[in-house]
């Protein structure tokens, strides 16, 4: 049975940092794409990031680029997402997810994950 388990999150002032942890069991990451997204009140789930199983990263556009960075830490089975200059708009709860394929991109598409974690709250105070 795959799990994925989020931490990390909580209530940080604008400008500062947080590191977010996805521990998986029952599924090797190494062999997969992972994907953090993200969902804040009144909208829909977002993506944020995504790791390759070659590394190889992407980010959505604008909103997280520049201050957030996914990496992985294969002998522990777990992805980050480093967060820096935390805005309020980044106010959410953060999912990660982990990709249906070993062959998957990853990316934005939510078709392209089949686990998914049950979210960390980010609170980001002006």
């Known amino acids: 049975q795959v799990q994925l388990v989020e931490s990390g999150g909580g209530l940080v002032q604008a400008g500062g940092s947080l590191r977010l942890s996805c521990a998986a069991s029952g599924r090797t990451i190494s062999n997969y794409a992972m994907g953090w997204f993200r969902q804040a009140p009144g909208k829909e789930r977002e993506f944020v990031a995504s790791i390759r199983r070659n590394d190889i990263t992407t980010y959505a556009s604008n909103s997280v680029k520049d201050r957030f960075f996914i990496s992985r830490h294969n002998s522990k089975n777990t992805v980050y997402l480093q967060m820096f200059s935390l805005k309020p708009g980044d106010t959410a709860v953060y999912y990660c997810?982990?990709?249906?394929?070993?062959?998957?991109?990853?990316?934005?598409?939510?078709?392209?994950?089949?686990?998914w974690g049950q979210g960390t709250q980010v609170t980001v105070s002006s």
């Open positions: 997810a982990l990709s249906r394929t070993s062959s998957s991109y990853g990316g934005a598409a939510e078709s392209e994950y089949d686990y």
